[in-house]
């Protein structure tokens, strides 16, 4: 009896000895996570701040925009997560006329920024040309702002969530023409606008990969929570904004700029023509820009309704959307790299190559093609872009870079929404839809080149 008594204690006694060496080694191994978490986001943290102080960027100060890009990316990608899974990119169906309706009614919704900070937005931060570093600072605090109010509107269902919302994006596209014109102030010698541009650019892709898995894991909790990340994020950004050199409120030589306009110029006041390179490179990103637009809206109804060689409509469009960023990824990094790039040269090239591309998927319609049709268009989009910002950077008097870059920006959010029209509209042929932009592509492009200024200066 005594010995069968003490049997279950002995169980019971080795049971919780057992219990607590797992207990012992979980608490080890999660602790050795922990720190091995730690090392890795400290040797990261300190890689990027090597990498956007090389080259004389800390010198110059560019690093400092650099960093407070990377925060602003960050907050852009929680935002953007938090309301896609709220307000926006919600469409019943899988490829009906209710869901194509819908999608017509974002792209519509999506120009409304554009619409406010080109005519409104972009001369006002031309007089205040001389406080930039307030500017952009002033426009972090109040995207920080409207994400707290935001946060608290959804969770509430207020319907002060789509002001709140609309404030957001316009804000965010402020912010994008401020620091653009920012971006010149700070160049350190030897370094171009194009790489320069590539490297604040590159920031930013590392700001969304690092914010959107911790945006991720606060979706399932609710889009709210997504938004207070983004509020911390903007809180930073707003420190490291008025933190930026002081080289960046200099307005030493600056003037108006006006374009062909009649009447008396006011005192001084700078009468020109838009600068022939600036006009061309405008043009030409009006072609990747259209095709870029015409493929996510397309291909997005298309795969869904007519899967190819029966593959899963989710995979395809993943292979598309994938393709679509790793080809802008590869513009970016091409461009924070690649000692010289000849803007003209760029965009001419990237619309020979987005026509060449979008032919060849029209004949040749299948899986690797539409695969490198999305390659192309993202690694083009990317290139021309670049391209056209240091245009606008070189050939623009500096006091009215902001007005430029909104207006620039508008006129490519047009073509992207022409694009996305385009590709609702059409019929869901796949060679039909391709050969009716491959011929888009190859009459705008021709037309463009035919334009191209007799000499190459930019």
Same mark, same amino acid.
């Given at each position: 009896?005594?010995?069968?008594?003490?049997?279950?204690?002995?169980?019971?006694?080795?049971?919780?000895?057992?219990?607590?060496?797992?207990?012992?080694?979980?608490?080890?191994?999660?602790?050795?996570?922990?720190? +091995?978490?730690?090392?890795?986001?400290?040797?990261?943290?300190?890689?990027?701040?090597?990498?956007?102080?090389?080259?004389?960027?800390?010198?110059?100060? !560019?690093?400092?925009?650099?960093?407070?890009?990377?925060?602003?990316?960050?907050? #852009?990608?929680?935002?953007?997560?938090?309301?896609?899974?709220?307000?926006?990119?919600?469409?019943?169906?899988?490829?009906?006329?209710?869901?194509?309706?819908?999608?017509?009614?974002?792209?519509? !919704? /999506?120009?409304?920024?554009?619409?406010?900070?080109?005519?409104?937005?972009?001369?006002?931060? #031309?007089?205040?040309?001389?406080?930039?570093?307030?500017?952009?600072?002033?426009?972090?605090?109040?995207?920080?702002? !409207?994400?707290?109010?935001?946060?608290?509107?959804?969770?509430?269902?207020?319907?002060?969530?789509?002001?709140?919302?609309?404030?957001?994006?316009?804000?965010?596209?402020?912010?994008? *023409?401020?620091?653009?014109?920012?971006?010149?102030?700070?160049?350190?010698?030897?370094?171009?606008?194009?790489?320069?541009? +590539?490297?604040?650019?590159?920031?930013?892709?590392?700001?969304?990969?690092?914010?959107?898995?911790?945006?991720?894991?606060?979706?399932?909790?609710?889009?709210?929570?997504?938004?207070?990340?983004?509020?911390?994020?903007?809180?930073?950004?707003?420190?490291?904004?008025?933190?930026?050199?002081?080289?960046?409120?200099?307005?030493?030589?600056?003037? /108006?700029?006006?374009?062909?306009?009649?009447?008396?110029?006011?005192?001084?006041?700078?009468?020109?023509?838009?600068?022939? /390179?600036?006009?061309?490179?405008?043009?030409?990103?009006?072609?990747?820009?259209?095709?870029? +637009?015409?493929?996510?809206?397309?291909?997005?109804?298309?795969?869904?309704?007519?899967? @190819?060689? #029966?593959?899963?409509?989710?995979?395809?469009?993943?292979?598309?959307?994938?393709?679509?960023?790793?080809?802008?990824?590869?513009?970016?990094?091409?461009?924070?790299? *690649?000692?010289?790039?000849?803007?003209?040269?760029?965009?001419?090239?990237?619309?020979?190559?987005? =026509?060449?591309?979008?032919?060849?998927?029209?004949?040749?319609?299948?899986?690797?093609?539409?695969?490198?049709?999305?390659?192309?268009?993202?690694?083009?989009?990317?290139?021309?872009?670049?391209? @056209? #910002?240091?245009?606008?950077?070189?050939?623009?008097?500096?006091?009215?870079?902001?007005?430029?870059?909104?207006?620039?920006?508008? /006129?490519?959010? @047009?073509?992207?929404?022409?694009?996305?029209?385009?590709?609702?509209?059409?019929?869901?042929?796949?060679?039909?839809?391709?050969?009716?932009?491959?011929?888009?592509?190859?009459?705008?492009?021709?037309?463009?080149?035919?334009?191209?200024?007799?000499?190459? =200066?930019?």
């Amino acid at each position: 009896m005594t010995e069968d008594a003490g049997k279950p204690d002995s169980g019971a006694a080795k049971a919780a000895q057992a219990a607590g060496t797992a207990a012992r080694g979980t608490a080890r191994g999660v602790a050795a996570t922990a720190r +091995g978490v730690g090392r890795f986001s400290r040797f990261t943290f300190r890689q990027a701040r090597r990498a956007a102080s090389a080259q004389g960027a800390e010198a110059s100060g !560019l690093s400092r925009l650099i960093e407070m890009h990377a925060f602003n990316t960050a907050g #852009d990608a929680a935002v953007a997560i938090s309301l896609a899974g709220s307000l926006f990119f919600q469409v019943p169906g899988s490829g009906g006329s209710s869901s194509r309706e819908s999608v017509a009614l974002f792209l519509g !919704l /999506t120009m409304l920024p554009f619409a406010i900070v080109a005519p409104l937005l972009g001369p006002f931060l #031309d007089r205040v040309a001389h406080g930039r570093r307030w500017a952009i600072g002033a426009v972090m605090a109040v995207r920080a702002f !409207l994400c707290w109010v935001l946060a608290g509107a959804l969770a509430k269902e207020s319907p002060a969530m789509f002001p709140a919302a609309l404030g957001v994006l316009v804000a965010s596209k402020a912010y994008g *023409v401020t620091k653009a014109a920012a971006v010149p102030r700070l160049l350190p010698e030897g370094v171009t606008l194009v790489k320069a541009n +590539g490297r604040v650019a590159m920031a930013g892709i590392v700001g969304v990969c690092a914010s959107a898995p911790i945006a991720g894991l606060a979706s399932m909790v609710g889009p709210q929570w997504v938004l207070r990340w983004a509020f911390l994020l903007f809180v930073v950004a707003t420190v490291l904004a008025i933190r930026l050199p002081a080289s960046v409120d200099s307005n030493v030589g600056e003037g /108006t700029l006006a374009f062909r306009r009649e009447g008396k110029p006011a005192t001084g006041t700078l009468r020109m023509p838009m600068p022939a /390179t600036v006009a061309y490179a405008l043009r030409a990103n009006c072609a990747p820009k259209f095709l870029y +637009g015409f493929l996510l809206m397309f291909f997005a109804f298309l795969l869904q309704a007519h899967p @190819l060689h #029966d593959w899963s409509p989710t995979l395809l469009i993943a292979i598309v959307a994938g393709a679509a960023g790793t080809g802008n990824f590869l513009g970016v990094a091409a461009a924070s790299v *690649v000692r010289n790039i000849r803007p003209a040269m760029t965009v001419s090239a990237v619309m020979v190559l987005d =026509t060449a591309v979008a032919l060849l998927a029209a004949l040749f319609y299948s899986v690797p093609l539409v695969a490198l049709l999305g390659l192309v268009t993202g690694l083009g989009a990317s290139l021309a872009k670049f391209s @056209l #910002d240091s245009s606008i950077q070189a050939h623009i008097p500096p006091s009215v870079q902001t007005s430029a870059f909104a207006r620039s920006d508008t /006129t490519l959010q @047009l073509a992207w929404v022409i694009g996305g029209f385009v590709g609702i509209a059409l019929p869901l042929n796949a060679r039909l839809g391709l050969f009716v932009t491959a011929a888009v592509l190859g009459a705008w492009t021709f037309y463009v080149l035919m334009s191209r200024p007799g000499r190459r =200066t930019a």
